[in-house]
């Protein structure tokens, strides 16, 4: 899950909401895996939904301990039968949290990474506006993860980072960094700033089952819901 399982509302709230997505989630996905998003941390209105360790409690419960942890609510896991190692890392810095430390680790995980596997990273926002203070930090920080990660990938020794796959701009868009690497948004899983006609219909949810084609080099999206199939050749 790429962020905002949530809409914000207080801390009691947000527990509610996010237990009952999981609940359904639990219902048809084996594994569960989230990252932290805007919404979740419920900054858009001052509110008071998950804080980091709470959230970090949360996300180590849901997916039953199987990913290894940075300092803070940043990830990854591994699937050796495809040899892909999945990286989430988490795009909201602020409120003190020390972005360095993230750069670390990414850079100790993307160098601990077979030479024959392939990489996968999520993050919440891959672009944002930097016109505010809050904006200017993560702004910083994803501009120092894009060069990290396009330089690891002109590594020809190096295991290959196929693709980031971002959500928050709420819309479908594919582009890619300057080395390549291809970036897919997926567009906000709500009807919220949609017709009203969508709510109760299949459009009020969009959604991307993936898969990726080593070898053809392809990502395969098939939409749930609102918005169109995707193929993305890099």
């Given at each position: 899950?790429g962020?905002?399982?949530i809409n914000?509302?207080?801390?009691e709230?947000a527990?509610?909401?996010?237990n009952?997505?999981i609940?359904q989630m639990k219902k048809?996905?084996?594994n569960?895996?989230?990252?932290?998003?805007n919404?979740?941390?419920?900054t858009?209105?001052?509110g008071t939904?998950?804080i980091n360790n709470?959230?970090?409690?949360f996300?180590?419960?849901i997916?039953?301990?199987?990913?290894?942890?940075?300092?803070?609510?940043?990830?990854y896991?591994?699937n050796?039968?495809?040899?892909?190692r999945y990286i989430?890392?988490?795009?909201y810095?602020?409120n003190g949290?020390?972005?360095?430390?993230?750069?670390?680790w990414?850079n100790d995980?993307?160098t601990?990474?077979?030479?024959d596997?392939?990489?996968i990273i999520f993050?919440?926002?891959?672009y944002?506006s930097?016109s505010?203070?809050?904006n200017?930090?993560i702004?910083?920080?994803m501009?120092?993860?894009i060069?990290?990660?396009?330089?690891?990938n002109?590594v020809s020794?190096?295991?290959?980072?196929?693709?980031i796959?971002?959500?928050?701009?709420?819309q479908?868009?594919?582009?890619?960094?300057?080395?390549?690497?291809?970036?897919i948004?997926i567009?906000?899983?709500t009807?919220?700033g949609?017709p009203?006609?969508y709510k109760?219909?299949y459009?009020e949810?969009?959604?991307?089952?993936?898969?990726?084609?080593?070898?053809?080099?392809?990502?395969?999206?098939v939409?749930v819901?609102?918005?169109n199939?995707?193929?993305?050749?890099?």
């Amino acid at each position: 899950c790429g962020g905002d399982l949530i809409n914000g509302g207080t801390t009691e709230e947000a527990i509610s909401d996010i237990n009952e997505f999981i609940s359904q989630m639990k219902k048809s996905a084996k594994n569960i895996y989230t990252i932290l998003g805007n919404h979740d941390l419920n900054t858009l209105d001052g509110g008071t939904s998950f804080i980091n360790n709470e959230f970090y409690t949360f996300a180590q419960k849901i997916s039953e301990n199987k990913f290894v942890y940075g300092d803070d609510n940043y990830f990854y896991f591994d699937n050796a039968m495809a040899k892909t190692r999945y990286i989430c890392l988490d795009s909201y810095l602020g409120n003190g949290r020390n972005s360095e430390v993230q750069i670390n680790w990414l850079n100790d995980v993307l160098t601990s990474t077979n030479s024959d596997w392939h990489i996968i990273i999520f993050v919440h926002t891959i672009y944002i506006s930097s016109s505010d203070y809050t904006n200017k930090i993560i702004s910083s920080f994803m501009t120092s993860v894009i060069a990290i990660l396009d330089e690891y990938n002109s590594v020809s020794e190096n295991a290959k980072i196929e693709a980031i796959f971002a959500g928050h701009s709420h819309q479908d868009y594919n582009t890619s960094t300057s080395a390549g690497i291809p970036i897919i948004l997926i567009d906000c899983d709500t009807w919220q700033g949609k017709p009203l006609s969508y709510k109760g219909t299949y459009q009020e949810q969009a959604f991307d089952i993936v898969t990726l084609n080593y070898i053809e080099k392809k990502i395969y999206c098939v939409r749930v819901g609102r918005g169109n199939n995707r193929i993305i050749s890099y």
